[in-house]
């Protein structure tokens, strides 16, 4: 997904990139401290995931 795109209902929000770069930095080697976001995830069963259904979050592993 692009979020400055919208996607079906959802407008395109040029901010949350913004947002990202200035509050979401984290070292990168040797490249100094550069914006990242993500999420990583399991897929245990195939579906569809709506808005409300439950989730799990855990910690990652170091």
């Known amino acids: 997904m692009i979020p400055a795109l919208g996607h079906d209902e959802l407008p395109p929000d040029r901010g949350l990139m913004r947002a990202v770069a200035r509050e979401c930095r984290v070292p990168v080697f040797d490249l100094g401290r550069l914006s990242c976001r ?13 808005v409300g259904d439950p989730i799990a979050l855990e910690e990652a592993a170091a």
């Open 38 to 50: 993500g999420v990583y995830l399991d897929v245990l069963e195939t579906g569809t995931v709506r």
